[in-house]
């Protein structure tokens, strides 16, 4: 558990106040120096906020990476157009879990930097789109809303800045897709959450057909430090190409599992053998898939490598959400790329041929092999199918229900050879 | 057996930690370090700090935020009527377009109803302004939107991978023992439906189980009776009763 254990490795910005109750209501985050950042961004011109998070370096914790402040300074100035930010809070990938933490202690964090954001931005409305299955999470976001308007630091006028800025919890009703930032947009119109071509860009065409910026809700959380503290000190954490801390969520089979608040670029091997204490019942590590469930499986033999963006993707995989998930030797990687591929087709959106086709058929070879009555010509054909199904959609869901299959063959393929010969599983049984 | 308070039953079987803590052996909160010994439930699940939510849903930016599964359920229950009208007014002041009050809408009525029959998808297509057909391809989009009547309790096992890999879907299968039925069917009683949901995200404490409207984490198998008796005991007992009574008989 990561709190309130703490690793003596840890940097703790975001997550310095998980485990501390008080933290959570407006007076003890004001007591911790909370909404400060607000009042020092308010004080600034907006494309002095915009410029600063683009020095600091910040990039996207949703799973793509992409530079925030670059983000925001795709939003038009002066069009005249009412402008959104999206909170994305729908976190439904496999093996992350590191929002649900944000919100539930330190709402707060996440509202200033909302209202940072939703500044820099000049937007005049936040929505919190949070997957409706957070109704713990959504109830003290609820709270803390409630506690902001109060004060005065939503609505009209906040902090008497002159700056009006509406904020709205919105839940979601399970349905994992609508993470993608334009299946959420239109979701919150009151959609079904199918994903829309790219271009227009959101920031171009968002939400309600006006300029919008989609951000998670770890990016978000960051901004106000950066803002309080400067772009500088926030580099001073992390690589050149992947500057700050991040929330690392690690699953599975370690000692302790949790939320771990690193600088980026650490390794992790270190991370799992230290940090987390090892594999659990003095078992050996089998397999690492660290970005969430969607990104390329690694090796047992391929884990001494830095976290960061760059260094994950050099090793053939992606850091994704930093959600680290840990298999044991007595996994059958089969079995648990069955349970990904079978979570992927009940997500589909059905819009794409070859997503909705291709992750059912994965699904079915699948489970045909693990019941013992696969061939070695089956192993082409997945790959064949995840071929189709990668680059050949509107969004990314197809390509990363294919990415841990072709992973895994490529990886443990003595291992599907194995079911095939033997009609079950020996890895498992041998560990 | 132990009678639970009416306060414990509220909480769902929350207050079990202090008294009966060896019944529950995790409510859903106490991790496995043990660590978590200065800190109350309370203090975790933030309750003190939320408060009761009122069922007009209190601030217009925070009125779409209600809990939708829970154990009280009336099919029969008018749908926009007092505090719920005034919700939906607060929920529409929200969006430009009147379209994006859907969710929040369907949530509210399965909320007041259990489930969304075409009955009630109909009524919020009407005040919405949307056609029936139109509210339905959304509804049956979403996985937790009940197209059917579910039991009092509804048990959603993640059984995805981080929690597979650590003995979800042994987890399931007692549930499902317990409570003796198949997955997704209403039990005799009416009280559980167990169903198999997809990642929760909550992957640090697996096995994740929602029940309702809230999260039991770190759940094994031998914890299931337990929990089962906390959320439902004073119902379970006198139908035990009776359907030992009527086997008997019959």
Known sequence: ??????????????????????????????????????????????????????????????????????????????????????????????????????????????IEGALIGAYAIRAQHVYIYMRGEFFEPAQIMARAIEEAYAAGLAGKNILGSGVDIDITLHLGAGAYICGEETALMNSLEGRRGQPRIKPPFPAAVGAFGMPTTINNVETLCSVPHIIKNGAEWYRSFGTEKSPGTKLFNVSGHVVRRGNYELPLGFNLKELIYDVCGGIRDGRKLKAVIPGGSSVPILHADEIDIPLDYESVAKAGSMLGTASVIVMHDGTCILKQVRRIVEFYAHESCGQCTPCREGTEWLARILRRIEAGAGTEEDLDLLLDVGKNMTGTTICVLSDSAAAPVASSIRKFREEYLAHIRHGKCTAAAAA | MIRKTEEMKDRGGAGAAGTGGSKVRNPGWAGETGDFGHLTEADIRGTNYVGQRPKDGGHPGASCSMPYQLAEKNPEAPL?????????EKILSRYPEKRAALLPTLAMAQEIRGYLSPETMEEVARVLDLSPAYVRGVATFYTMYNKRPVGTYLIQVCTNVCCNLCGA??????????????????????????????????????????????????????????????????????????????????
């Open chain 1, 1 to 110: 558990m990561a709190y309130p254990y703490r690793h003596e490795k840890e940097t703790r910005i975001l997550s310095e106040y998980f485990g501390d109750p008080e933290a959570r209501t407006l007076a003890g985050w004001r007591e911790r120096g909370g909404y400060q950042a607000l009042e020092k961004a308010l004080g600034m011109d907006r494309d002095a906020v915009i410029e600063e998070v683009k020095n600091s370096g910040l990039r996207g914790r949703g799973g793509a990476g992409f530079p925030t402040g670059v983000k925001w300074s795709f939003m038009p100035k002066d069009d005249g157009k009412p402008h959104y930010l999206l909170v994305n809070s729908d976190e439904s990938e496999p093996g992350a879990f590191k929002d649900r933490e944000l919100i539930r202690w330190t709402p707060h964090q996440l």
């Open chain 2, 80 to 88: 926009f009527e007092g505090p719920y009208r005034e919700r939906l």
């Open chain 2, 169 to 250: 879907d042994e987890v399931l299968k007692a549930f499902l023992r317990e409570t003796g039925t198949e997955l997704g069917e209403v039990s005799a009683d009416g009280l559980f439906t167990v169903v198999e949901a997809e990642c929760l995200g909550a992957c640090g404490f697996p096995t994740v189980v929602q029940i309702n409207e809230r999260y039991y984490e770190n759940v094994t198998p031998e914890d299931v009776p337990a929990i089962l008796e906390s959320i439902a005991g004073a119902a379970v007992e006198p139908t035990e009763a009776g359907r030992t009574g009527g086997g008997a008989g019959a």
